[in-house]
């Protein structure tokens, strides 16, 4: 039966651009291939009335793999709802989830993936809008990368930070806590009953973790983005809010379905690019959001310089107090008005005229953001947690283009230091060697890992953190400056240099430190040398062998990642992945 001003059949005056009209699978007849579309999808019980509605795509990324997303099937009935709501067709599709414990050999081998198939699948499936479910740490990068291809009206939603755990009357949160904790116990300060105990309750609820890792880094920068709704980054996963706040997300995708608007590249400006820039510094975010950033920026026309972010850097206070940079967690800086406070603390360091997917100014939602009296955890910019950002870019001799390190999470007396070069070959082999009891290693001492970057490990896993060696750590050793051409987890603490560009396995100058040569970190002047001539590093160079392509990268995605990886400066996208493609 039909109703009033319903399309019943092929002859449709709607253009071929809408809904299920939309990307017609090659028939070499349009009208058969609609026709045919409709005939399968009446298969699930569908109407000519719901066929006939503007289509919201919806990312499912549930998996018992990834409890981060334990709550994506309540979230995904709160966004359906709000589509339908505003008269909308919603339709669930899935795509992979990656879980950062459950990744092997670490989740950034596969971000790349996430992203070419998310991309891929918006493009295939007829939809007018498309939302967007992750959270865990590479799954909203990966989303977005997507998005920015493919260039839909996108709506990001995050899936929340877990509540805080609770330990002997201390609060606890995953995951700076499960390496503090775990530090304790191999320096003998904790038995292991005590760490079983610890164990259950690191990660007392589904959602990502609380501190201010690569997870809530990466939410926090998609609303300062304007990609996702405000106050979205921060709703901890098993509140009502955050299920409100999901239908509200429906409501807004399904009025972009329809007005066709906006899409990301109307609302990724250099303005836009610039402001998340400044929000990663001032919430002292993960290092892996420079990479994410980066990467993100290279899908569209603009580009993440390394220098304008350190000069951005040393201009904005470190102003959310939580850990590892501070003391709170996640909902905590929820409670105290999230990233729309946060920005309005930021004053004219954010460009308010910049947009969101709700068609506000960020002028608007600023000033809407609720101010909470007696709240400690986001300051004011007269009473900031550090005077500069939390991250600062190096140069020098071992890091030509680049290298990072988040000195908000250091320990200020590492800051200026030159040491002795401990090498480690690969992660391997610092596994099998760091807590040797003969290791000659001292706390005044650089340990250096490569072979770790995305090219040699592959993947540039979060090995950047190494461990300090046992027999120190029993000593009370708590720092040392470490150096990689690795990532770190965004949840640890310590004065760790990153993402030595380029890194060793293309023949960075990591390849060439030795053992027993000096190395001179100075986070002020922005510099990290290897003590060593020139004439010296050239006869090494000379004795540097060729690297062969290795046995995991003959075949499969993992040749593709082998043969197309670029640098943490590109942001470790495929080359022929940019918005150019290979050139
Ligand atoms: Fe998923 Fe930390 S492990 S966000």
Known sequence: FARPGMTTGMKEEKTMTDGLRKGLTAYGDAGFSLFLRKAFIKAAGYSDDALDRPIVGITNTYSDYNPCHGNVPQILEAVKRGVMLSGAMPFVFPTISIAESFAYPTSMYLRNLMAMETEEMIRAQPMDAVVVIGGCDKTLPAQIMAAVSADLPTVVIPVGPMVVGHHKGEVLGACTDCRRLWAKYRAGEMDDSEIEAVNGRLAPSVGTCMVMGTASTMACITEALGLSLPMSATIPAPHAERFRSAETSGRVAADMAKAKGPKPSELLTPAAFRNAQVVLQAIGGSTNGLVHLTAIAGRSPHKIDLDAFDSIGRDVPVLVDLKPSGDHYMEHFHHAGGVPKLMKQLGDLIDLDCRSITGQSLRDIVAAAEDVPGQDVIRSRHDAIKPEGGLAVLRGNLAPRGAVIKHSAASPKLLQH?????????????????????????????????????????????????????????????????????????????????????????????????????????????????????????????????????EWAERGYAHLFHETILQADDGCDFDFMRRKGKG
């Open 418 to 550: 030159t040491g002795r070069a401990v090498v480690f070959e690969s992660i391997e082999d610092m596994t099998l060697r760091v807590d040797d009891p003969d290791l000659d290693v001292s706390a005044d001492d650089v340990l250096v890992l490569r072979n770790a970057g995305p090219k040699g490990a592959p993947g540039m896993p979060e090995a950047g953190y190494l461990p300090i060696p046992k027999k120190l750590a029993r000593g009370g050793t708590k720092d040392m400056v470490r150096i990689s051409d690795a990532r770190m987890s965004g949840t640890a603490f310590g004065t760790i240099v990153l993402h030595i560009t380029p890194e060793s396995a293309v023949g960075g100058p990591l390849a060439l430190v030795q053992t027993g040569d000096m190395i001179r970190l100075d986070v002020a002047k922005r510099s990290i040398d290897l003590l060593v001539d020139d004439a010296e590093l050239a006869r090494r160079r000379a004795a540097l062998q060729q690297a062969a392509t290795p």
